[in-house]
């Protein structure tokens, strides 16, 4: 998949999360681990519910964790995102998972964590 700018160039990289996304690092991580997956995801919508999901690699469909967690969102009624953590040991954040949270919110920050939780950056773009 296409893969956005390097995310420490696209944004700055906060010294300390927020209570709320430091949350969605930890279910990016859980959802990420308790599958082996390449990638786990979380998002929180605009009435503070949470979406967890990891990325998905089948013969007939490859979502990446962001875009499921997105979708997640949308099915159960989400209208506007807040915020996105992306749980990786890419570098660069996906350009399918930035758009899909870019289809419900163009300023919600998307954090990009490696697998241990450190957070490497945030776009905000």
Avoid: C, F, N, W
Avoid at 8 to 21: F, K, M, Q, W
Wanted: net charge negative.
């Amino acid at each position: 998949m296409p893969e956005s700018p390097a995310v420490p160039s696209a944004g700055p990289v906060p010294s300390e999360l927020s209570a709320e996304d430091a949350k969605l690092v930890i279910l990016a991580r859980g959802a990420r681990g308790r599958v082996g997956a390449v990638e786990g995801a979380a998002v929180r919508d605009q009435d503070g519910r949470t979406y967890a999901a990891a990325s998905v690699s089948l013969p007939s469909l490859t979502l990446t964790a962001l875009q499921l967690a997105v979708a997640s969102a949308v099915a159960a009624g989400a209208s506007r995102l807040e915020a996105a953590v992306v749980v990786t040991e890419a570098s660069t954040l996906d350009a399918a998972g930035h758009a899909a949270v870019r289809d419900l919110a163009t300023d919600a920050p998307i954090h990009l964590a490696a697998p241990d939780g450190t957070v490497l950056g945030t776009v905000v773009e």
